[in-house]
């Protein structure tokens, strides 16, 4: 047979053999189809170590209980108690190693979020004291007046 | 000297055998190894009642999985609906709720802000959203190489260093859970804080929730109490039409929901 026949299947077969070559090289052997089949389980099998590795940042009202007790057991007690204590200072992370300290949000806008008065019928939310942001004491801090971890009335 | 029709054919046959991936040859029957591991399998339950539009689930959430407190995505949202007694609905969601709902003025966008008066109300209520961890997820069957999955206890799972960013999925999800995350490049969505459930914990925006309107639970316990409301109250899903067999259930969710 003649070379120019050849030559061009040449081409194919070493471009066929370099693909081949490299897919192994590149594509990791946890690589493949995984219990949910073909269709949903198609995919690289670390990652999903991966993502149960991914750091949390929230540490739970328990956590915080141990060092802030006095907090934890004023809050407990009151309307707030249900409240998770890292809704209103943000997350633990390394606390107290890093960052040291959390943050203490005595803005109007944290309590707003629950206390703003709106009417709605369907919801819990009607059953939240409510007062109107611009009418009721506005420009204060609510914690001028209010105790966050004990907003009782009568003990105010 | 190998005859044409010899060298043909072991060509042929070596083609063919190595470009056969290697992974296909390892198929795994699937019943097979559910049947090994048939304990767990991840639901949620959304009571709507109980939500009173705090947003507090979406602050966590963002802090928790490192999505931008600013940018325009998010994870799960809060939406607001508002329906009068004369058969009108309104709806919004500023911000995804990052910042809760503290004033009575709806988004309506480009009709801008409007204030309905309380006699006027007759229905109101907030319906969290996250993803739905589907039984059938579009968004799988849509990717390209392989870097969205659906795990054996249920999660859809975006592998970011294999996703190539081409967005089919976002546009494939019929609840429009998914995301380009601004600083990852690549697709994002809801884990159901997967690093966290499955190391014994709550999901963050779960344990956020003051009201217990958000629980994530175990479908194939019959004892848990997620799988239990699932299985005893009345709870719909959303856009049961499309067939993706959704693990989110709503209690109290109402036909004005989309």
């Known amino acids: 047979m003649k070379r120019h026949v050849w030559r061009p299947l040449y081409v194919v077969i070493g471009l066929v053999a370099f693909i081949l070559v490299f897919r192994f090289f590149y594509v990791p052997t946890d690589f493949g189809v995984q219990e949910r089949g073909y269709t949903f389980g198609y995919h690289r099998l670390q990652n999903e170590q991966e993502w ?6 929230f540490k739970g009202s328990a956590y915080c209980a141990e060092c802030h007790d006095e907090n934890a057991t004023s809050i407990a007690e009151s309307g707030h108690g249900i409240i998770p204590c890292e809704d209103c200072h943000g997350a633990a992370f390394n606390h107290p190693e890093d960052p040291e300290t959390l943050s203490i949000d005595r803005g109007r806008d944290l309590c707003l979020r629950c206390h703003s008065q709106l009417l709605m019928p369907s919801s819990q939310r009607n059953d939240l004291p409510g007062i109107d942001p611009t009418g009721h004491n506005a420009g204060i801090e609510c914690a001028d ?3 966050p ?8 | 000297m190998m005859k044409r029709r010899e060298f043909l054919k072991s060509a042929a046959v070596f083609v063919s055998g190595a470009a056969v991936s290697l992974s296909a040859l390892e198929l795994l029957d699937p019943h097979e190894v559910l049947a090994q591991n048939p304990e767990l399998r991840w639901g949620f339950l959304v009571n709507t009642y109980n939500c009173v539009g705090c947003g507090m689930c979406v602050k966590a959430c963002k802090i928790e999985n490192d999505i931008p407190l600013e940018a325009n995505v998010t994870r799960t949202w809060v939406e607001r609906y508002v329906i009068t007694k004369q058969g009108e609905t309104y709806s919004d ?5 990052l910042n809760g709902f503290t004033s009575k003025q709806i988004d309506q966008n480009e009709s801008g802000m409007k204030k309905i008066a309380d006699a006027d ?3 109101a209520f907030f319906v969290p959203k996250l993803c739905n961890q589907c039984s059938n997820p579009a968004c799988v069957q849509v990717c390209p190489v392989g870097a969205t999955y659906s795990t054996a206890d249920g999660v859809v799972l975006v592998d970011r260093k294999w996703c190539i960013g081409c967005g089919y ?13 601004p600083v990852e490049h690549t697709a994002d969505k809801c884990t159901f804080c997967y690093h966290r459930i499955s190391n014994g914990g709550n999901t963050a925006c779960a344990q956020a929730c003051p009201f217990g309107a958000r629980q994530i639970g175990n479908l ?4 848990d109490p997620v799988t239990k409301a699932v299985l005893t109250e009345r709870v719909g899903i959303l856009r ?5 067999n959704p693990n989110v259930y709503y209690i109290g969710l109402s036909k004005e929901v989309r």
């Open chain 1, 52 to 57: 149960k590795d991914y750091p949390a940042k």
């Open chain 1, 145 to 147: 007046c209010h105790n």
């Open chain 1, 149 to 156: 971890h004990n907003p009782s009335l009568e003990d105010m």
């Open chain 2, 93 to 97: 969601c500023p911000k995804g709720a």
């Open chain 2, 121 to 123: 109300i007759s229905e």
């Open chain 2, 169 to 181: 999925c976002i546009m494939g999800c019929p609840y429009g859970v998914r995301f380009f995350h």
């Open chain 2, 220 to 223: 194939k316990d019959p004892n």
């Open chain 2, 240 to 244: 049961e039409e499309f067939g993706t």
